[in-house]
């Protein structure tokens, strides 16, 4: 973490501009509107030993995949500082929040597999459920122009990305099998639904440092086409609570991750002292960690009539999360100098 954030800071620097430029700035204050589109989710994979009919000792794999959706209308604001026209090298300051107005549209999917070899290997559960979702994404964006040859600039970005979510998860149906412990066969499909029953709450944080370039057609004060993707790896931790089964499970961890972007940016014409603009905005973010999940029984688990789970602690666990999470939205206000 601690040459992340080096990086950040080295290009936090070079993309300031020298105190003398500060003379005449572009401020500008928008409202934000978009729609979000895609998932953030994680996988369990364990395995251990079984004995079958015969007598033999094969291995056990097992795999759960939780699928939340983030598909919803996003709302917020962007506060912005740019140079004046004049300055050499161009810069900017972008902060903004953002947070979801209303669920998401999807339904959480939770899938599970069991696999042992010459039995079965097959999806032995499935259910949907619906989702409540409040998120807030925060981010900080810094750009210095580098390279100009005529229309076209290429800028050095620098940035820090923060969101959080959290959902509720409730009214959940679908099937499963039921497994023969002695002869290692599933049953057909048993359907069911169950309504105005929470089933769990699910949290995750991810704070993502971000460097990179930004390509420009145009001027960051005219009408312009930008493009941008940026390295952004990712720090992150989750905690699902699964309120049928007094489960409570924890992780964190540090990955890979890229952000991308676009904005076409619309000036019209203004009094000298303002600009009237409309940005049409593109995000993209995606990011994958691969992690160790700890499990801690806060009660006796249904799942197992036999045994009292109550403070029973599982850890070691492998635990992946990934997230693509795309965005497309209007943006639009008057800068003033």
């Not at 033999?56 to 740019?82: E, H, N, Q, Y």
């Not at 709450?201 to 420009?216: D, F, N, W």
């Not at 952004?232 to 699902?240: G, H, L």
Request: one cysteine or more; a negative charge; proline letters at 5%.
């Amino acid at each position: 973490m601690k040459r992340y954030s080096l990086i950040l800071i080295l290009a936090a620097c070079l993309a300031l501009p020298a105190a003398s430029a500060l003379s005449k700035v572009n401020i500008n204050v928008s409202p934000v509107i978009a729609r979000q589109f895609g998932y953030t989710e994680y996988q369990l994979d364990s395995q251990g030993l079984v004995v079958t009919p015969t007598g033999d000792t094969l291995l056990r794999k097992v795999r759960s995949l939780l699928k939340f959706p983030v598909d919803a209308l996003i709302g917020g604001v962007s506060f912005t500082v740019m140079s004046a026209p004049t300055e050499k090298h161009p810069w900017s300051v972008e902060a903004g929040v953002l947070t979801n107005i209303g669920d998401p549209d999807g339904q959480m999917k939770d899938s599970d597999w069991d696999q042992v070899p010459g039995y079965y290997d097959l999806l032995w559960s499935y259910t949907e459920s619906d989702a409540e979702m409040r998120s807030i994404i925060l981010s900080l964006e810094i750009t210095r122009e580098m390279y100009r040859r005529n229309s076209l600039g290429v800028s050095l970005l620098a940035g820090f990305r923060y969101q959080r979510i959290k959902q509720t998860i409730d009214n959940y149906a679908g099937w499963q099998r039921q497994l023969d412990e002695t002869t290692l066969q599933y049953s057909d499909p048993i359907t069911f639904a169950v309504t105005n029953v929470p089933a769990l709450t699910y949290e995750v944080k991810y704070g993502s440092p971000q460097i990179g370039l930004m390509a420009r057609l145009g001027s960051q004060h005219r009408s312009s086409v930008s493009a941008k993707a940026a390295f952004a790896p990712v720090f992150t931790s989750d905690e699902d609570d699964h309120i049928q089964r007094n489960k409570i499970s924890t992780a964190s961890g540090n990955g890979p991750g890229i952000a991308a972007g676009f904005k076409a940016h619309l000036v019209t014409v203004g009094n000298g002292h303002t600009t009237p603009f409309v940005d049409i905005v593109g995000d993209l973010h995606s990011l994958t960690v691969s992690t160790s999940q700890t499990q801690r029984w806060y009660g006796d688990d249904p799942a197992t009539p036999t045994f009292d789970d109550t403070g029973t602690v599982s850890t070691g666990i492998p635990h992946e999360i990934r997230s693509t999470q795309f965005s497309l939205g209007l943006r639009f206000g008057v800068g003033f100098y």
